[in-house]
């Protein structure tokens, strides 16, 4: 449940995560918490819109809604999630091989999550871009 609440809030992790061996936050977890907030925010207009038909001509505040509560929060939980893979990148072995998915935080050969304390390969696969 707290792993849902994180995702559905955007939480951005400390520097400390580039030394976890999961990622907490991913591009995946940040397109999960945009349609999780999108649907909640659209049930409840609908139940808004049902009881107070007047509103229903103010839908830009629904538009407005959805921008500051949805996709404003999305974009900066993706720029701070490409902030801390660019840093990675430039601090580790595997940042710097052709063979890590920056998207997944993977290793495509050995399919392991890569971290500043853990390489997948130990250097043995590594090949530049």
Same mark, same amino acid.
Request: glycine letters at 4%; aromatic letters at 16%; proline letters at 4%.
């Given at each position: ?11 951005? +992790?400390?520097?400390?995560? #580039? &030394? ?8 995946? $977890?940040?397109?999960? *918490? ?40 999305? +974009?900066?939980?993706?720029? #701070? &999630? ?8 430039? $601090?580790?072995?595997? *940042? ?34």
């Amino acid at each position: 449940m707290n792993r849902l609440i994180d995702i559905l809030n955007f939480r951005t +992790y400390d520097e400390d995560e #580039n &030394y976890t061996d999961k990622p907490q936050i991913t591009v995946g $977890s940040i397109v999960l *918490g945009v349609l999780l907030r999108l649907f909640i925010l659209l049930i409840a207009s609908l139940f808004v819109f049902k009881y107070f038909p007047v509103l229903y001509d103010n839908t830009w505040v629904l538009l407005l809604a959805i921008w500051f509560l949805v996709i404003y929060p999305a +974009y900066r939980g993706y720029t #701070n &999630y490409y902030k801390r893979i660019d840093k990675m990148q430039s $601090s580790t072995l595997c *940042g710097s091989c052709k063979h890590f998915e920056h998207s997944s935080q993977l290793c495509r050969v050995y399919d392991e999550h890569v971290s500043q304390n853990h390489i997948p390969c130990e250097g043995d696969s590594w090949e530049p871009k």
